[in-house]
């Protein structure tokens, strides 16, 4: 995936306006082929058979989550480390960008429940965290009907509102009363279509009713220089030792990949 994907001041000026953005083709053909067969055969390498009679955690019925597939899987690695799409983040963005974490997000057929509003920032250990961007990658076609996204314009300008639990949220009018009266702009993607979100933009996705999984893809990437604030979160915790509070995260887990 060698070539730009071509972005203009107009696209870049309402991404930070509106905090998010979807734009269309950011890869196809053959190309889409293997990365959506990549990253799904990763996520069956790694998704145990279920007891059907297990009941899953609320957290569980939102969908398969698998992070960092890069770091594990040779075949996924170039799609994630992708310049393409990283150069993408650092035009909307402003500054070179380096990859937080990467993770496949597949909601399974009828069972997978809604995402709730949230933002996404307030749970990384970084500092500062007002530029962080998601690129969200449909590998199939999503519309209402099996959970595409919706974005709150504007929402990525209110910093301190407390991280919503996942798995027993709050409701959005009781967590962020200023969010009352926007109007929520809900994306289907087309598979190879992606949008870009600022993590302190509120987004939601609703329930897969469909009888096909809904495979979406999402890179994350920070400013370069953003630095780690030491607080517990999943990706850092296993390697805190090797991380310091303060300081840059370094570039073996998390490359700076724009150019
Ligand atoms: O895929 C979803 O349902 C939600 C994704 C999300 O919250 C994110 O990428 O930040």
């Not at 962080?132 to 990658?137: A, D, E, F, N, P």
């Not at 109007?183 to 987004?203: I, Q, R, W, Y």
Request: proline content about 8%.
């Amino acid at each position: 995936m060698l070539s730009e994907y071509p972005i203009t001041p107009d696209q870049i000026a309402t991404y930070q306006r509106d905090g998010f953005i979807q734009l269309n083709n950011v890869i196809t053909g053959p190309e889409l082929a293997a990365m959506e067969e990549a990253v799904a055969t990763a996520v069956k390498s790694e998704t145990t058979t279920e007891d059907p009679n297990r009941i899953k955690s609320s957290y569980e019925q939102i969908f398969i989550q698998k992070v960092n597939l890069w770091t594990r899987h040779a075949s996924v690695k170039p799609f994630i480390l992708s310049q393409r799409f990283a150069n993408i983040a650092a035009k909307l963005m402003g500054s070179p960008v380096r990859i937080w974490h990467d993770q496949a997000l597949f909601k399974e057929p009828h069972t997978g429940a809604k995402t709730p509003w949230h933002q996404d920032t307030p749970y990384w250990p970084h500092e500062p965290k007002r530029e962080q961007t998601t690129i969200w990658i449909a590998l199939r076609d999503v519309t209402i009907h099996n959970g595409c996204m919706s974005f709150l314009p504007g929402t990525h300008k209110f910093l301190d509102i407390e991280p919503v639990n996942l798995s027993n949220p709050q409701e959005l009018y009781d967590i962020a009363p200023q969010t009352k009266g926007i109007k929520p702009v809900t994306c289907e993607l087309k598979a190879g279509s992606c949008t870009f979100h600022n993590g302190m933009t509120f987004h939601y996705a609703g329930p897969n009713r469909s009888a096909d999984m809904r495979e979406a893809q999402a890179i994350i990437y920070m400013p370069e220089d953003t630095t780690y604030n030491g607080v517990n979160h999943v990706v850092t915790d296993q390697i805190n030792d090797t991380l310091k509070v303060g300081a840059k995260f370094p570039d073996t887990l998390f490359p700076i990949i724009s150019n």
